[in-house]
């Protein structure tokens, strides 16, 4: 009970008195006094238990609580507030009752600074125990503090039970518990006061304020007020060598020389006396001292000039220009002196190398002019980077046609050491200009005549030179003449195309350099423009394709009159036909005279020259193109028959008939018509109201016949002409022809022709053959309307397939007469058997007795076909091969004619027969593709694919052929390329149309060698698909009549060996027609 009383009462309370030292210096502390009251709870805890207090040794209680004096020494730091003090007195706690007697004795005092402290005692606990302790934490912010006249003064100082608090009372003080205030005065001994010091102030110039290297640069200080000392003048951070003393003004002065830079000077004072004075510093002046100026030795240079691509170049093209830029030869090391100092320096050079020069270089272009001086125009200004200065010409800043010289100025780098240098390129750099003006090509309704012939020496340069020839063209002498060219012509434009070839050898052994002219053809319009073209090959590169373009122009050409007989000598230009110096700037004169600059450029370097002016010798004007000669024979109407009945002669198409020549075929004309000697086909004016041959109705024109008034109706002949080569397997007619005048002007010549190549006369479909051009009518003394030499295109679609070569392009002239009151003789038709076809039995035919009449053959089942027109063919050939040709390998190119390009290659207007019944037909369809690669080197042309179904499963694409291959031999006929899988293809069949799609096809053994190597029989090729529209039922021919039948053709096509069936040795003859007449429709003139 007693310890939970004490322990709810114990609190604390007492002050303390320190005794003065007789000693004193700065700091100690003398007569110091301590009170505190530990805590009032525990005073009155010891009163009210009937304890007491014994004050003892120095101790009292006054001032109360308790006080301390008797001070036994210590020390007050009035900088830091640190002290350490210790007092005497002793105080007895005493609690009998409660068994309590506690002795605190020798406090001393500790201040860690001006915020902290403890309070310590002596102790002796009522357990007996004893020792030193902290019994308080000092809080020395709180209270009222004060240091003054050497007394620091404490009031009021928060106090907090220490470690000895809560041992020495039994545990029930804990430290940091709040405890009585307490209040303490130390006097103590104060520093004595310090003396007083005299400010000072430096100031400081400096004269020049701006200087030169080596310069002299004067400081001058002052002191205020003006006391001994001295002066250290400082720049930035390094001190001149030696102080300065101050006079008796207080100035101190020193010079300095000037070192380049930037320098900022300050003077530092340190008095003598430094107790009386302060040391001071003076404000940064700031002097700037630029270099001494150099006197600088100069150094040579010199400066070349040269440009990419080497001349001559195409206008366009990007030229480089560099410029290089060293030091002149034999100059030895420069110096340079800077005039202050006399030292000497090198000049400016790149770390690490010798000298290079150092500036920029500016470009001139000198335009090459005919007469006087051109100006120089700058091209630009390049800095010089390593000795070398580029600048590069892009398209858009490209030179002008011409001639150009070039100048390019060096100018040194501001202070450098280089002296600047100039060049001026002597060599003319000749800008080409290539483009031609373009000649006005005939239009679609143009007219053709044949057989012109033409004269041309070449150039009287060429005298001494090895002319040779081919095809049309033979060397008479120096003469080069050409024949068999073709005129294409309207009322403003004229073409005429010779095939052949023209090459002149330079001197033999001497250059022996060449140039090869290939079929070479003249165009010439209404304007007077013209060209002289060809396709170009050199001895530069003989085996290169040879390229087109214009060899000369023509200037204020005439049109030839083709309608009349004549001749025409056309001058090819030379004189100003390019720009000044081109080609050649000599003695100062840029020439403007040549050959086609795109020919000339064309032309092998080593007798270039020999194609334009290039000097003032005699020889020079040998050097013009001759004049091309040219001769012509006109169209001749032919004659009419006697009598007033007219006639229609037509030729149908030269190459036709060159090729039933050429390979025997046979020619039969009847019913009305002959046959020329010149080989055209003549036949007679047929009877009004004629309807053709027996059951054909006319399918065009009106019924009525022609009206002059009008120029509206048909005019009507009469007559076949068959023909047909056994061992070739054809058999076609054409009967019965008609001119139609439409209302709209369209003229539509029109005839019964086979429907099928085998059936000759005895399946015949009257079709439109060509549209013919109009023209006007003229009337002969005998009143018959007479139209000469009609030009013509053959239809878009033509039967049988064998035509379909001809399909849209060019007739022969077509000339006819007409007697409109004439008497007319009714020519009866004449039925011939068709051509028998060996490799299969002979078809029963109607039997032609001598005496014309006709004699059935006995009744034979009827094989029906259905007529095909309009038919697609779709195929990508092979996938890899179109790759390969195109890609980076072949480097090659695809070019299509009649074809289609896109999701593989396809052709269009097929015609032909299929029989539904047995799966058997032919369709026939006309175009090529050319695939060419490795520069020429491969080269396989596909044309006229036809498709010949064998069954309901099976058939084999047959197509005219033309190859190089890489190596080994070529292929040049009429090829079984591959073998359809028509049993895989998703397949249509309808009354009106028949179907395969994506049949898989299998290449065969010719169509591998076709391809030159690059794939084996039996590997596939792309699917194809067959779409083909069926129209009017036929008479089966040999390609649809039953396997087996008497008129069914033989399958040599299925077999993959080369073959020659029908159109063997045509197709060949019509791929090369149509090739030539592609390119005269398609050329463009002037390019």
Same mark, same amino acid.
């Given at each position: 009970?007693a ?7 114990l ?11 007789t000693t004193?210096?700065t ?12 805590k009032?709870?525990w005073?009155?805890?010891v009163?009210g ?7 003892a040794? !120095?101790?009292?209680a006054s001032p109360?609580?308790y006080?301390? !004096? ?13 002290a350490?003090?210790s ?14 007697s506690?002795?605190? @004795?020798h ?6 600074d001006a915020?902290?402290?403890n309070?310590?005692? =002596?102790y ?14 000092l809080?020395?912010t709180?209270?009222?503090?004060s240091v ?7 009031s ?9 608090? $809560? ?7 804990t430290?940091?518990?709040a405890?009585?205030t307490?209040s ?8 004595p ?12 110039? *400096? ?8 310069d ?5 200080a002052?002191?205020?007020?003006a ?5 250290r ?8 060598p ?5 006079d ?5 002065s020193?010079?300095?020389v ?10 530092e004072?340190?008095p003598?006396d ?10 940064a002046?700031?002097v700037?001292?630029?270099? %001494?100026p ?12 040269a440009?990419?691509p080497?001349?001559?170049v195409?206008l ?10 060293v030091?002149?030869p034999?100059?030895?090391?420069s110096?340079?002196?800077?005039a202050?100092t006399?030292?000497?320096?090198t000049?400016?050079?790149?770390a690490?190398t ?9 470009f ?15 091209l ?5 980077t390593g ?13 002008t ?11 040194p780098?501001?202070?450098s050491?280089f ?8 060599a &003319? ?8 003006k373009s000649?006005?090509?005939?239009g ?9 012939s ?17 095809g049309n063209?033979?060397?008479n ?8 060219g073709t ?6 434009a004229?073409?005429?195309d ?10 033999p052994?001497?250059?022996d350099?060449?140039?090869q002219?290939?079929?070479p053809?003249l165009?010439?319009?209404a ?5 002289w @073209? ?5 001895s ?8 087109r ?12 009159t ?6 025409t000598?056309?001058s090819l230009?030379?004189?100003?036909? #390019?720009?000044? /110096?081109?080609?050649s700037v000599?003695?100062?004169v840029?020439?403007? &005279? ?13 007798i270039?020259?020999f194609?334009y002016s290039s000097?003032?010798?005699? $020889? ?8 091309l000669a040219?001769?012509?024979?006109? %169209? ?10 007219g006639s ?5 198409k030269d190459s036709?008939r060159?090729?039933l ?10 019913g009305g018509a002959t046959v020329?000697?010149?080989g ?11 309807? /053709? ?5 006319? #399918? #065009?024109?009106p019924?009525?016949?022609?009206d ?6 048909t ?7 068959d023909?047909?080569?056994a061992?070739?397997?054809f058999?076609?007619a ?6 139609t005048f ?6 539509v010549?029109?005839?019964e ?6 059936v000759g006369l ?19 003394a ?31 002239p ?6 409109l009151n ?9 039925v011939t058997?068709?051509?028998t076809?060996?490799?299969a ?6 039997v032609l ?22 038919a ?11 790759s ?10 695809? %070019?299509?004619?009649?074809?289609s390009?896109?999701d ?48 309901a ?14 190596q ?9 390329l591959?073998?359809i =899988?028509? @049993? ?7 009354? /009106?149309?028949?179907?395969w799609?994506?049949?898989?096809t299998?290449?065969t053994?010719?169509?591998?060698t ?19 529209p ?8 040999g390609?649809?009549a *039953?396997?087996g039948?008497?008129?069914a ?21 019509l791929?090369?027609v /149509? ?13």
């Open positions: 009970m310890l939970v009383l004490f322990a709810g009462m609190v604390f309370g007492f002050a303390l008195t320190a005794t003065a030292t004193a210096s700091g100690d502390v003398s007569g110091a006094s301590l009170t505190w009251g530990i009032d709870s005073r009155n805890y009163s238990f009937g304890g007491s207090v014994a004050l040794n !120095g101790s009292s109360a609580p006080g301390w !004096g008797g001070s036994t020494g210590g020390s007050y730091d009035e900088a830091t507030g640190a350490d003090v007092f005497g007195g002793a105080i007895t706690f005493t609690v009998p009752a409660h068994h309590i506690i002795t605190l @004795s406090p001393e005092l500790t201040l860690t915020a902290t402290g309070l310590s005692f =002596d002796t606990d009522s357990a007996g125990a004893s020792g030193t302790a902290v019994f308080a934490t809080d020395l709180t209270g009222t503090n003054n006249d050497g007394v620091a003064s404490f009021g100082v928060a106090a907090a039970a220490g470690p000895g608090s $809560a041992s020495v009372f039994g545990g029930f003080y430290v940091g518990a405890l009585d307490v303490f005065s130390l006097p103590f001994e104060a520093a006061p310090a003396p007083v010091v005299v400010t000072t102030a430096t100031t400081l110039t *400096a004269t020049p304020a701006a200087a030169t290297e080596g002299t640069i004067t400081l001058s002052s002191v205020s007020p006391v001994a000392g001295s002066i003048f400082v720049d930035g951070t390094d001190a001149l030696s102080p300065v003393a101050v008796t003004a207080g100035s101190a020193a010079t300095v000037a070192t380049t830079g930037t320098h900022s000077y300050t003077a004072f340190t003598t430094t107790s009386a004075y302060s040391a001071s510093t003076s404000g002046h700031v700037t001292v630029t270099d %001494a150099v006197v600088v030795t100069p150094v040579a240079t010199v400066t070349t000039l440009l990419t080497a001349a001559p195409l366009g093209s990007a030229t480089t220009l560099t410029a290089t830029v030091l002149a034999a100059t030895p090391a110096t340079a002196t800077p202050s006399g030292t000497p320096v000049p400016p050079a790149p690490g010798a000298a290079t020069p150092q500036g920029t270089v500016e001139f272009d000198v335009k090459a002019v005919t007469t006087g001086t051109a100006t120089p125009v700058s630009g200004t390049a800095p010089v000795g070398v200065a580029t600048l590069p010409l892009t398209p858009l800043t490209a030179l046609a011409g001639g150009h010289t070039f100048t390019a100025a060096f100018a780098a501001a202070g050491a002296i600047a240098s100039t060049v001026t390129t002597t &003319n750099y000749g800008v080409v200009d290539t483009t031609v000649v006005q090509a005939p679609s309704d143009a007219k053709t005549l044949a057989g012109i033409a004269n041309w020496d070449y150039s009287a340069y060429s005298s001494a030179w090895v002319k040779t020839a081919t063209v033979a060397v002498g120096q003469t080069f003449a050409l024949t068999g005129a294409t012509y309207d009322s403003g004229a073409v005429i010779f095939t052949g070839s023209i090459r002149v050898l330079a001197y052994g001497i250059a350099a060449w140039v002219l290939t079929d053809s165009a010439v319009d304007s007077g423009a013209g060209a @073209s060809a396709t170009v090959t050199t530069a590169a003989p085996d290169a394709r040879g390229t373009l214009v060899v000369a122009t023509l200037t204020g050409a005439v049109l030839p083709f309608g009349t007989t004549g001749s000598s056309y230009d030379f004189a100003g036909t #390019t720009a000044p /110096g081109t080609w000599s003695a100062g840029a020439y403007t &005279n040549a050959w086609s600059n795109a020919f000339v450029l064309q032309v092998p370097t080593s270039r020259a194609y000097g003032t010798s005699a $020889a020079q004007a040998t050097k013009p193109p001759s004049p040219v001769q012509w024979t006109a %169209a001749v109407a032919p004659t009419e028959p006697v009598g007033t009945a229609l002669v037509w030729g149908f036709w060159t090729y020549k050429m390979f025997g075929a046979t020619v039969t004309a009847a020329g000697a010149d055209r086909f003549s036949f007679s004016q047929a009877p009004a109201g004629s309807a /053709g041959s027996a059951g054909l109705a006319a #399918t #065009t024109g019924a009525a016949e022609y002059p008034a009008t120029g509206v109706g005019l009507k002949y009469q007559g076949s002409v023909f047909a080569n061992s070739h397997g058999d076609i054409l009967q019965n022809p008609w001119v439409a209302a709209d002007g369209t003229v010549l029109s005839a022709t086979s429907t099928s190549d085998t005895s399946s015949l479909a009257r079709i439109d053959v060509a549209t013919l051009a109009d023209s006007s009518s003229t009337t002969d005998n009143g018959r309307l007479v139209f000469s030499n009609l030009s013509g295109i053959f239809s878009s679609v033509l039967q049988p397939g064998g035509w379909s070569q001809y399909q849209s392009v060019a007739t022969d077509v000339s006819f007469s007409y007697g004439a008497p007319v003789v009714v020519v009866p038709p004449v058997p068709p051509l076809v060996p490799t039995p002979t078809p029963l035919q109607p007795t001598g005496d014309g009449t006709v004699v059935a053959a006995p009744v034979q089942p009827v094989c029906v076909a259905q007529v095909v027109s309009g697609t063919l779709t195929w990508g050939v092979k996938q890899s091969f179109v390969y040709i195109t890609g980076p390998i072949a480097k090659g190119a695809i %070019a299509t004619s009649g074809v390009a896109g593989g290659f396809t052709w269009s207007g097929g015609t032909g027969t299929f029989n539904a019944s047995d799966s058997r037909g032919l369709v026939s369809f006309g175009g090529s593709v050319h695939f060419t690669g490795h520069a020429g080197a491969l080269d396989l042309a596909i044309a006229n694919p036809r498709v010949q179904i064998l069954s499963s099976s058939a084999v694409l047959v197509a005219d052929v033309a190859s190089k291959a890489l080994g031999s070529g292929v040049n006929g009429t090829v079984s591959a073998s =899988d028509l @049993s895989s293809a998703s397949a249509q069949l309808t009354d /009106g149309r028949a179907r799609v994506d049949a898989p299998t290449l053994a010719s169509g591998a076709a391809f030159g190597g690059f794939y084996t029989a039996g590997q596939a090729l792309d699917s194809l698909t067959i779409s083909a069926l129209g009017a039922s036929t008479n089966c021919d390609y649809s *039953a396997a039948s008497a008129g053709a033989g399958s040599l096509a299925s077999t993959g060996a080369d073959v020659t069936p029908l159109w063997g040795g045509l197709a060949l003859l791929v090369g /149509g090739i030539l007449s592609l390119r005269r429709r398609r050329r463009t003139t002037g390019v």
